[in-house]
């Protein structure tokens, strides 16, 4: 995808009248309708854009351009349910909810109504936000940055919680799952530098990137086993990773990799 300069630190698009909709569409639940098309937007925004605030403008234009249906956000470090709302009224979304005002938070916006919002904090290094719109669950997600056996426990808490939705409920996780997926290794296996430049990462930050010295694929595999699609997997032609990106060219972030996700049930 071609990308402005310095738009985000992670960002990624699907447009869903082929992917979500064929998807969802053999599970109805309470009589809902399911939207023909879904144009569903995910962007990790990178400290609430305090660290480059002169990104904000432009970031606000590409979002008005994409014209999505629905958009799950990460690192609204800094917002107030006010300020974010005012985001989202500039891409024409009338409707949002924020998870909290501490922290890396994050948010969601819709076209439509936004109902059962569920917040959930305990357990999750960052949060998770629950909340239904177009007749869908959202999850909007964000997981543990730096480690593997953290973010594994948050899997088996998000996944409890969907076994507790209504029978026949239909949903969509989106966001930043800061892990790798078993659809993407023989991608990584080529990449003879990816593994190193975690054992540099975790030794200076004291991180648990690595499990055994290895990237851990264990966090998708239980997504996908539980019956999820990735859809950005299922309608790519070729691998295309979301991070790193141009916003922080002067820094060693490694290898392009996959950390943001579109699952679907």
């Not at 480059?52 to 956000?73: E, G, I, N, T």
């Not at 924020?98 to 999750?124: H, N």
């Amino acid at each position: 995808m071609n990308q402005p300069p310095e738009l985000s630190r992670r960002r990624f698009l699907r447009t869903s009248a082929m992917a979500a909709g064929a998807a969802l569409a053999p599970r109805l639940a309470m009589g809902a309708v399911l939207p023909s098309s879904l144009r569903v937007l995910s962007s990790n925004v990178w400290y609430g854009f305090t660290k480059k605030p002169q990104r904000k403008k432009q970031w606000l234009a590409f979002m008005k351009q994409r014209a999505p249906s629905v958009v799950s956000l990460q690192e609204l470090n800094g917002y107030t349910a006010e300020q974010l709302a005012e985001d989202a009224r500039s891409w024409d979304h009338p409707y949002c909810v924020l998870l909290k005002e501490s922290g890396f938070a994050t948010g969601f916006t819709s076209d439509s109504p936004i109902t059962d919002v569920q917040r959930m904090l305990d357990g999750y290094h960052h949060g998770l936000m629950r909340c239904q719109s177009h007749g869908i669950y959202f999850y909007v997600v964000h997981l543990h940055p730096s480690n593997w056996e953290f973010r594994l426990r948050e899997v088996d808490l998000l996944l409890n919680d969907i076994a507790g939705l209504p029978a026949g409920a239909k949903f969509l996780l989106v966001g930043d799952f800061n892990t790798f997926s078993p659809r993407d290794k023989s991608v990584y296996d080529a990449i003879p530098t990816i593994v190193p430049f975690f054992k540099r990462l975790d030794a200076q930050t004291q991180g648990v990137n690595l499990c055994n010295g290895e990237l851990d694929y264990r966090h998708i595999e239980r997504v996908e086993a539980s019956g999820l699609v990735d859809l950005v997997a299922r309608e790519r032609s070729a691998f295309h990773g979301t991070f790193p990106t141009k916003l922080r060219a002067d820094e060693d972030m490694g290898p392009e990799r996959r950390l943001d996700y579109i699952f679907a049930c």
